[in-house]
């Protein structure tokens, strides 16, 4: 995986987990959400990693 798409996953992680905790004092299922959302844009930014992976060896 390319270094701007690890960039890109990092901080789109950083800000959908600050937004949650900072909806965690104001909404709690909006918090829950952007939780959600957090872990299925790890788990996105781990699938496409183990395809570039695959694609380069």
């Not at 909806?23 to 918090?31: F, K, L, R, V």
């Not at 872990?39 to 496409?48: E, P, S, T």
Request: no cysteine.
């Amino acid at each position: 995986m390319g270094k701007g798409l690890s960039l890109w996953f990092a901080v789109s992680s950083i800000i959908l987990l600050s937004a949650a905790s900072i909806m965690i004092s104001q909404n709690i299922w909006i918090a829950a959400a952007l939780g959600v959302l957090t872990l299925l844009n790890i788990g996105w930014g781990f699938i496409v990693k183990a395809k570039h992976g695959r694609s380069d060896s």
